[in-house]
């Protein structure tokens, strides 16, 4: 019980993220707009390569690893989230080895493209999803919510956005709030007994609906009228500019060249 | 000033699931005025709250700020106005500092940045929880996080403040403080409350609420100290004016 706890509070503890967003780094003073435009410039790049591509990808791991870095972003946390998309990610793939057997020879190496299709896939959710975390991560959700206003994504959706993402940690903390009174009441058990499962769930679902409501209510007489204000009116800088220039160039080189078999072949001299 | 009085007229309220919470409360409250709404637990206080802040509709009865009806059009004029307290902090505290909690309400109403950061520090140091204003809410103790709740009603600077239960969680000292900034609010006060002592130090006048209706409604010094009718209606006497423990004589 208590390890099952304390792996949800670490696990969906959504918080976490929010916290990391307040750090103050080359990154995070980065504008809202501009790292939510590279992002979607990324996750656009990564999801249009070819399915069996593997090595043309790599690259762009570079990303990630470079923003983590410069965020001064903690890893486990990061990657514990990421692990939360797994099971998706597998249960998608899984089926490719299976189904397609053809072989190929790369080098001496016959591989199946099942698997190649399998791995390609598990790469780019790896890119995605660590890629829209950092957003989050580095960015803070409120100011990437000002960000899709300043695109003219209509209020409602923007609203829908930050509504969920904080009913998400409210329900989170409810589980937690249940399971402890649950096992101090049930010190024994290991597990929740199936019987209650029902009335568990009910219970959660009755709580958290009027938890969210409350919230919104607690919003609403302080006069919030669906505008969320950060506060902070940043302008787009020049630094900004570059950092959507250079990424946006490399993400294109990275597109439109093999750059692992380009490095290669230089190497060995057979251009 | 009239336009500031806020009046209730012959209200009811009855929740979805058919329980009568509210059964006929009528009062005028006038500018400056500080009242107790006290009563037992269930006797229909934070819904009679809910009730006056708009945030449920009356099934039946009005509710009248400052000569204008609340209704779903003038909601947003009378919120400027009014600034409410949750019974649970935790319902009011959702962003990831103190800070931009506090600062929620001013930016809504788009203040100047700066304009927010005075109102903001204002809140914080009247609550005494300066110090605490980067940290995230939910961190918070209980007490603490009942301060930064009222800090984010400050902030809005309202003509009418109403609290659910403000000293609940505090501390002492931190009741203490609460007490005296409240003292020195001179607009509208409008608290429920357990603290009977708070009460009767704090404000003129009392309604004494029993089973969602009006069991008594008076100078707070005549109602607090009625035993009969403080046991009626599941309360007692304050302290303060209970016989001493310890010498055994009447104050
Ligand atoms: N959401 C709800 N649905 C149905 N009934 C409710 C709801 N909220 C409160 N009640 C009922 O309405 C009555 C009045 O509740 P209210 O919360 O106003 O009491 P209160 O005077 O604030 O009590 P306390 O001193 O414990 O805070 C109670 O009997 C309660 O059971
Ligand atoms: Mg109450």
Request: hydrophobic letters at 45%; glycine letters at 8%.
């Amino acid at each position: 019980m208590k390890t099952s706890e304390a792996g949800l509070n670490t696990t969906f503890d959504m918080r976490l993220l929010d916290d990391m967003a307040r750090k103050e780094t080359v990154i995070h003073r980065v504008h809202p707009l501009v790292k939510l435009v590279t992002t979607v410039i990324y996750l656009t790049v990564v999801v249009s390569f070819g399915s069996y591509e593997i090595i043309g990808l790599l690259p762009l791991l570079f990303y990630p690893v470079l923003v983590i870095t410069l965020a001064e972003l903690p890893i486990r946390p990061i990657l514990k989230r990421m692990l939360l998309a797994a099971p998706f990610v597998i249960g998608i793939g899984i089926l490719n080895p299976v189904f397609d057997h053809q072989v190929f020879v790369v080098g001496g190496l016959t591989l199946s493209r099942g698997w190649i299709t399998f791995f390609s896939i598990v790469l780019k959710c790896i890119l995605t999803v660590s890629a829209a975390l950092l957003l989050i991560a580095s960015t803070g959700m409120d100011k990437l919510a000002s960000a899709l206003r300043m695109l003219k994504i209509p209020r409602l959706f923007v609203l829908q956005l930050l509504l969920t993402y904080r009913y998400i940690s409210v329900l989170m903390e409810e589980v937690t709030r249940i399971l402890r009174a649950y096992s101090m009441r049930a010190p024994q058990q290991k597990g929740i007994h199936p019987k209650v499962w029902g009335s568990l769930t009910g219970q959660l679902i009755l709580r958290t609906f009027e938890r969210a409501q409350r919230v919104y209510q607690a919003m609403c007489l302080r006069g919030f009228t669906g505008e969320y204000n950060t506060g902070a009116h940043e302008r787009i800088t020049v630094r900004d500019t570059v950092y959507l220039v250079v990424w946006g160039l490399f993400f294109a080189l990275a597109r439109i060249y093999n750059i692992p078999m380009l490095i290669g072949s230089l190497l060995t001299g057979v251009v | 000033m009239s336009h500031h009085m806020t009046e209730v007229k012959d209200l009811h309220y009855v929740y979805p699931d058919g329980h009568k919470a509210v059964n006929g409360i009528s009062f005028k409250i006038h500018h400056g005025e500080s009242v107790g709404i006290i009563g037992a637990n269930g006797a229909g206080k934070s819904t009679l709250l809910m009730l006056l802040m708009g945030v449920l509709f009356p099934c039946q009865g009005e509710v009248l700020v400052g000569e204008v009806l609340v209704t779903k059009k003038t909601l947003p004029g009378i919120r400027q106005r009014m600034g409410m307290v949750f019974q649970d902090p935790d319902d009011q505290l959702f962003m990831t500092t103190v800070y931009d909690d506090v600062a929620f309400g001013p930016r809504n109403y788009n203040l100047e940045e700066k304009e927010v950061e005075k109102r903001v520090l204002q809140a914080l140091e009247m609550v005494g929880i300066l110090h605490l204003k980067d940290r995230a809410p939910f961190k918070l103790s209980g007490g603490e996080k009942r301060a930064a709740a009222i800090a984010s009603v400050l902030s809005l600077q309202p003509d009418i403040l109403v609290m659910d239960e403000p000293t609940s969680a505090l501390d002492p000292k931190s009741r203490r403080r609460l007490m005296k900034l409240l003292d020195s609010f001179e607009h509208t006060k409008i608290i429920t409350s357990h603290d009977l002592d708070m009460v009767y130090e704090l404000c003129d006048r009392s309604i004494v609420i029993k089973d969602g209706e009006i069991a008594a409604d008076g100078p707070t010094s005549k109602i607090l100290v009625d035993a009969d009718l403080m046991d009626a209606c599941g309360l007692e006497i304050p302290l303060a004016l209970q016989n001493c423990p310890v010498c055994g004589r009447k104050k």
